[in-house]
């Protein structure tokens, strides 16, 4: 299951932060395909039961917003 995967990736070093792109890379190495919108809504989903913390940078490239995410284990997860 890619939450699982996303779980055990993120949990490698839970103070360090990734980046979504890279996130996306490490699972398509083990397997997952998911589109970056369809990897933003499946952190979401972990964000709200807690089990990830995100983090978003704006930035302006050629008068277009980029949305830049990051992501870690949560602290204080309830297992």
């Known amino acids: 299951m890619i939450e699982q995967a996303i779980v055990q990736i993120l949990d490698v070093d839970p103070r360090h932060e990734i980046a ?26 972990l964000a709200d039961k ?11 490239v050629d008068g277009v917003e980029i949305r830049d995410r990051y992501y870690r284990a949560a602290t204080g997860r309830g297992y």
């Open 20 to 45: 979504g792109r890279e996130l996306r890379s490490l699972l398509r190495s083990r397997g997952f395909r998911r589109s970056a919108p369809a990897l933003v809504f499946t952190m979401m989903s």
């Open 50 to 60: 807690r089990l990830v913390d995100c983090r978003e940078e704006i930035r302006i």
